[in-house]
């Protein structure tokens, strides 16, 4: 009797041991799902990232130069030019231009008329922290979000800038699409009607709060999962959305034009397209890339950073 209880115990040790094994992978990997967006990006080809506040540019040599642009970085966006939030609300934006913003405000889809539209909401900004950018100021055009850190959406209506609140607590933001603090997901569009009626619409798409992390780029969404798994969505009806349904031990994903990305928690790319020739011509590529924790996406340009800080590039375009 006393042999059996012995072996007992042991296997009762054991399941604990295991038990907390898992729970210390389960944590780590939701430190990386919360963490990872905005602290990664590409400024065209060339990647950047966020260290201690710090902004790093990737060098040719493979050094991470100091940019010193500012000192708390919180969120950085790929785009042409060097565009970050720091901490404290404040926007730092390196592509702008001054002009005259009374004679320039009235012509939408011109270069004038996007520049205005950066002082505005750098004007804003000023008066008004900022808690996320939907993405970088480069072409600011009807429909871009910020998150004000009130919890109010700024969103762009013609030459104006207009406010929303949501029931429920926005944060983040990427493109069209809002994350919940609920984990749930909500679509922004703007509705035009007969005789010129303009009518902005924030519509829940995804209501089971489990999402920690969304990426989008113009209609097309990845949501990334609690459990690993990932959602792909577009906000044309009966469009094909990405081909992800067997994607697994996910903990971050990045949404390219026609494209995706995820990073699993082994350190891999997973991809997919609407091409499948390209794909497998592409998922050939990535599958060499290893001990990957953070990517991004720029355009048809797609980068890995490794644990050793060097960075990997793949340009599918």
Same mark, same amino acid.
């Given at each position: 009797?006393?042999?059996?209880?012995? !072996?007992?115990?042991?296997?009762?040790?054991?399941?604990?041991?295991?038990?907390?094994?898992?729970?210390?992978?389960?944590?780590?990997?939701?430190?990386?799902?919360?963490?990872?967006?905005?602290?990664?990006?590409?400024?065209?080809?060339?990647?950047?990232?966020?260290?201690?506040?710090?902004?790093?540019?990737?060098?040719?040599?493979?050094?991470?130069?100091?940019?010193?642009?500012?000192?708390?970085?919180?969120?950085?966006?790929?785009?042409?030019?060097?565009?970050?939030?720091?901490?404290? +609300?404040?926007?730092?934006?390196?592509g702008?231009?001054?002009?005259?913003?009374?004679?320039?405000?009235?012509?939408?889809?011109?270069?004038?008329?996007?520049?205005?539209?950066?002082?505005?909401?750098?004007a804003?900004?000023?008066?008004?922290?900022?808690?996320?950018?939907?993405k970088?100021?480069?072409?600011?055009?009807?429909?871009?979000?910020?998150?004000?850190?009130?919890?109010?959406?700024?969103?762009?209506? +013609?030459?104006?800038?207009?406010?929303?609140?949501?029931?429920?607590?926005?944060?983040?933001?990427?493109?069209?699409?809002?994350?919940?603090?609920?984990?749930n997901?909500?679509?922004?569009?703007?509705?035009?009607?007969? !005789?010129?009626?303009?009518?902005?619409?924030?519509?829940?798409?995804?209501?089971?709060?489990?999402?920690?992390?969304?990426?989008?780029?113009?209609?097309?969404?990845?949501?990334?999962?609690?459990?690993?798994?990932?959602?792909? !969505?577009?906000?044309?009806?009966?469009?094909?959305?990405?081909?992800?349904?067997?994607?697994?031990?996910?903990?971050?994903?990045?949404?390219?034009?026609?494209?995706?990305i +995820?990073?699993?928690?082994?350190?891999?790319?997973?991809?997919?397209?609407y091409?499948?020739?390209?794909?497998e011509?592409?998922?050939?590529?990535?599958?060499?890339?290893?001990?990957?924790?953070?990517?991004?996406?720029?355009? +048809?340009?797609?980068?890995?950073?490794?644990?050793?800080?060097?960075?990997?590039?793949?340009?599918?375009?």
């Amino acid at each position: 009797m006393k042999k059996l209880s012995i !072996w007992r115990f042991g296997i009762v040790f054991c399941l604990i041991g295991c038990l907390i094994v898992v729970q210390i992978v389960v944590n780590r990997n939701r430190d990386l799902q919360i963490n990872m967006p905005g602290q990664f990006a590409l400024m065209g080809y060339t990647p950047v990232r966020i260290q201690n506040g710090k902004v790093y540019q990737y060098e040719a040599d493979g050094v991470w130069k100091d940019l010193e642009v500012t000192t708390d970085a919180k969120q950085i966006l790929s785009g042409e030019d060097l565009c970050i939030l720091n901490r404290d +609300g404040s926007l730092y934006y390196d592509g702008l231009i001054e002009i005259d913003l009374d004679s320039n405000r009235n012509f939408p889809l011109s270069a004038g008329h996007s520049i205005y539209m950066k002082q505005k909401v750098l004007a804003i900004n000023k008066e008004e922290p900022f808690a996320w950018l939907n993405k970088s100021l480069d072409l600011v055009e009807e429909g871009n979000l910020f998150l004000l850190q009130s919890g109010e959406i700024l969103y762009t209506l +013609g030459d104006e800038y207009e406010r929303y609140s949501l029931e429920e607590k926005p944060i983040q933001l990427s493109e069209s699409y809002i994350l919940t603090e609920k984990g749930n997901v909500y679509v922004f569009d703007i509705v035009k009607k007969r !005789w010129g009626e303009v009518v902005p619409t924030f519509e829940c798409i995804y209501g089971e709060e489990d999402v920690v992390m969304i990426s989008s780029c113009s209609t097309r969404c990845l949501a990334l999962r609690k459990n690993g798994t990932v959602l792909s !969505w577009r906000q044309e009806k009966n469009r094909e959305t990405l081909d992800v349904k067997n994607w697994k031990n996910v903990i971050a994903v990045e949404q390219g034009f026609n494209y995706g990305i +995820g990073l699993t928690s082994e350190g891999k790319i997973l991809y997919t397209d609407y091409d499948l020739v390209k794909t497998e011509e592409i998922k050939k590529e990535l599958s060499n890339w290893s001990d990957i924790v953070q990517i991004s996406v720029n355009g +048809g340009c797609i980068a890995g950073l490794k644990e050793d800080g060097s960075c990997l590039i793949c340009k599918i375009w």
